[in-house]
């Protein structure tokens, strides 16, 4: 079996779809000042729960953060060790992000239901990866 095949069957199913779909995320935001610019009320990066404002600080902290996802991807689909780490810091930092920024901006808060059925897709992503990664470490090597 070559080293392709190999990779795939041992990454899975569950932790390639995830490497795609982080992909697509750092694809977004390395769009951001394009989205800030053509709606600000709804474009832009949220970070720490403070939503960037302006075209240019979009331009620099959306793909900022994107290459942190594509990283986060790379290491993913190679089985990088050092991913483990950064799936950590990720499950921390998205649920926190999404409720620091919704108590922060209660014009901006959707209803009850929206942020239940978001944040339910955000941690699956965030958190869901970083425990399939810490129950499958074994795969994770050099």
């Known amino acids: 079996m070559d080293e392709t095949k190999s990779n795939t069957a041992s990454r899975g199913s569950f932790l390639t779809v995830m490497a795609v779909l982080f992909v697509v995320l ?73 409720v620091l920024f919704w108590f922060l901006h209660t014009d901006a808060r959707p209803s009850v239901r929206f942020i239940v059925q978001y944040l339910a897709i955000a941690l699956i992503g965030s958190v869901g990866t970083a425990l399939y990664v810490a129950h499958h470490k074994d795969r994770f090597r050099n």
């Open 26 to 98: 750092a694809l977004s935001n390395f769009t951001k000042a394009i989205q800030y610019q053509h709606d600000p009320a709804v474009g832009g990066l949220v970070v720490f729960g403070y939503k960037i404002q302006g075209v240019g600080a979009n331009a620099i902290a959306g793909p900022l953060f994107g290459l942190i996802l594509l990283a986060y991807a790379y290491g993913l689909w190679k089985l990088r060790p050092w991913v483990k780490t950064l799936s950590v810091i990720y499950a921390f930092y998205v649920p926190y992000n999404l």
